[in-house]
């Protein structure tokens, strides 16, 4: 297949769009968050990263067939001592308009700035609590004031911030409030997102596992209203009130009709393709990542295209290849 056969936007056939591309750089994190990676990070197999190169061509190769946004993931991305190359790579390439990264923000406060003069647009911060002792529990990290600095920052500096929470039954009965509280006069987006079932957590989802519906209800009841989604937005339902800065978004991969709006593909920090977070396997891109041409990455990409279903399989129970959302970035 030459250039001039590769679609200039990706559709599948369900007739969703892709023009959101999830690229993992590493699988590595340094927290131990209970939902994920309750022992720490496993390093279990040999395996190499994607390079710089890689990511680039990659990049490229996704730009051709439409992408506009693209998302640095992992694992824990700062832990990548190249990470602003990475940032700069990406930002640069023509027909990326959108360039984020999702972060726990262990480095943050000291990076953001760099982070932003390399091209960074958009930032997400993982944040289940806003209770101190409670986020440690959560996450085995004490740096809970560190990150909170860090927000503050990316906000000044004009950046789209989202603060990322699962909800988790233990630590949220008394969360909702201190979190509307929080984003009142803060320019941000709150995302409540359910916990989802992986390989490796059955016995602590069947434990920790709620629905976003409540909340939902909640917020519908005290005058918050629905937003109609923007450009590249990923599948959070979002919920604005005329008296708070902040909005809030709630992402439910187990209610009806979930996968139906789906806009993003994966790439693993391992250089595997996955057309869904609970894909049974992912699709190696390395023989065509080897001779460093976007136009034969494409390629390959478009051919596998047609294999995407319509939706996942959580609600039977599949979780698909994943172990943990640190495996490929959730």
Request: positive net charge; contains cysteine.
């Amino acid at each position: 297949m030459d250039s001039a056969s590769i679609p200039s936007q990706l559709t599948d056939t369900f007739g969703r769009r892709f023009e959101y591309l999830r690229l993992s750089i590493t699988d590595v994190c340094n927290f131990k968050c209970q939902y994920c990676l309750p022992d720490g990070y496993q390093c279990d197999t040999s395996r190499e990263f994607l390079s710089l190169d890689e990511i680039t061509v990659i990049t490229q190769a996704f730009a051709m067939m439409g992408t506009k946004k693209v998302r640095i993931t992992g694992g824990e991305p700062s832990l990548r001592g190249d990470l602003i190359d990475i940032i700069m790579a990406v930002s640069n390439t023509p027909g990326i308009q959108q360039v984020a990264i999702t972060t726990n923000g262990f480095k943050l406060d000291k990076q953001i700035s760099a982070w932003k003069k390399a091209g960074l647009t958009h930032l997400n911060v993982s944040l289940d609590s806003l209770n101190p002792e409670q986020f440690q529990q959560i996450t085995g990290d004490g740096r809970f004031q560190n990150i909170l600095d860090g927000i503050e920052q990316a906000i000044a500096l004009g950046l789209v911030v989202k603060v990322n929470a699962v909800l988790l039954k233990t630590f949220c009965y008394d969360q909702l409030t201190s979190f509307l509280n929080w984003i009142k006069n803060k320019n941000l987006s709150l995302r409540f997102i359910e916990l989802m079932q992986t390989g490796d957590n059955l016995a602590f989802f069947n434990k920790q596992h709620m629905s976003g519906q409540g909340i939902k209800d909640q917020l519908l009841r005290v005058g918050w209203q629905l937003k109609t989604k923007s450009k590249y937005a990923g599948p959070a339902q979002v919920f604005w009130h005329p008296e708070y800065n902040g909005n809030i978004g709630l992402i439910m991969p187990y209610s009806k009709d979930f996968c139906s709006d789906c806009n993003r593909l994966r790439v693993s920090a391992t250089g595997s393709l996955h057309l869904c977070l609970f894909s049974e396997h992912g699709i190696d891109l390395h023989t065509s990542l080897k001779y460093k041409d976007p136009t034969l990455l494409a390629a390959q990409v478009f051919t596998h295209l047609g294999d995407k279903k319509e939706t996942h399989a959580l609600l039977q129970g599949k979780t698909g290849a994943t172990k943990h959302l640190a495996m490929l970035g959730g």
